[in-house]
Every structure is written in C-alpha cells, then in structure tokens.
C-alpha cells in the first residue's frame, strides 16, 4: 500500500488503519516514490494543533471546541 502526494488524510488514516502500518510509502501523480509517511508524526502534529486550538480558546474564555477538518471531520470537546 501507498499514499499519493496530494491524498486526503482521511483517505491516508484509512490506509493506515487498514494496513496496521506505521510508516507508507508516498508516491507522486507518476508513481515516483518522494519519501514516507508517519501515523506517528500526524498524530503528534495533531496533538500539537490542538493543543494550540484549547491555549487559544481558553484566552477568550471558551470552555468547549469544535474542530472541522477540510475532509469534513469533526472533534468537539470541552475542556476545563
């Protein structure tokens, strides 16, 4: 299995998940491999991009989130 370039990440998490792998191959429109792909550096850019989301909200004096992704995913927590 392998991720293209420009592939929506809910497609690559998929491909993760089904996979059971850690690390896939990236290839470009042509099928020429560019490096690879860590479900353990997304989930920690993820972790970071929240972790400022929640910093940012609780300066205005939110005490609950909602995050919408480009593919249209959504997370919505609360937090103290």
């Given amino acids: 299995e392998f991720v293209y370039s420009k592939e929506k990440m809910e497609s690559v998490m998929n491909k993760f998940e089904v996979t059971g792998e ?3 191959p990236v290839v470009n429109n042509e ?3 560019m490096g690879f792909v860590s479900k353990s550096k997304i989930f920690s850019s993820y972790r ?5 989301v929640i910093t940012e909200a609780k300066q ?3 005490t609950t ?3 919408k992704s480009r593919d ?3 997370l919505f927590g ?3």
Avoid at 48 to 52: G, H, S
Wanted: proline residues 0%.
């Fill in 31 to 33: 099928g020429v491999y």
């Fill in 78 to 80: 609360r937090f103290v």
């Fill in 48 to 52: 970071e991009q929240l972790k400022q």
């Fill in 65 to 67: 989130v909602t995050i």
């Fill in 60 to 62: 205005i004096g939110h």
């Fill in 22 to 24: 850690w690390n896939l």
């Fill in 72 to 74: 249209n995913l959504q």
